[in-house]
């Protein structure tokens, strides 16, 4: 499509059904999965946690693990030319920094459909993304 003057296009998945039909969406719009870029924002784990305090769980064991499962996710969805990054932090400030190192030409992310009072409590992160990337975002709702 000629209408995104940038091909990259950035894609958060949080495992859920919605962000993988934006996935299948994004794939849709473009013609090669080379162009996508799949993130996955995981927590910052305390030092508190047991597997930081036992030593068995760290960032690395932590990233592996989603990627691999992610990139089974991709293969059953026959998008496995997607890049995959794990990242570590806030979702919404990751994944606008990630596309913005990219320098991403879109953002395909789902609005999960909170009440208003979740909304009100917990914010959203299609909605911090929509107000920090420096790029169109593509919300999809359910």
């Known amino acids: 499509m000629t209408w995104l003057p940038r091909r990259t296009v950035v894609v958060p998945i949080d495992f859920s059904d919605e962000s993988f039909s934006a996935l299948v969406t994004a794939r849709e719009m ?7 870029h799949v993130v996955h924002v995981l927590p910052n784990m305390e030092p508190m946690d047991p597997g930081v305090i036992w030593q068995t ?3 690395d ?7 691999a499962a992610l990139r089974q996710e991709l293969d059953d969805r026959k998008c496995d030319g997607a890049k ?3 990242r570590f932090g806030d979702p919404g400030q990751e994944i606008t920094q990630f596309a913005e190192e990219v320098d991403a030409g879109l953002v395909v992310c789902t609005s999960h459909g909170q009440t208003a009072l ?4 917990i914010g959203s992160v299609a909605e911090r993304v929509v107000r920090l990337a420096h790029c169109p975002v593509l919300v999809l709702k359910k």
């Open 84 to 86: 995959i990054v794990i």
């Open 61 to 67: 064991s932590r990233s592996q693990h989603a990627e």
């Open 30 to 36: 473009f013609d090669k999965p080379g162009d996508l």
């Open 57 to 59: 769980i760290d960032d």
């Open 118 to 121: 979740q909304h009100l409590l």
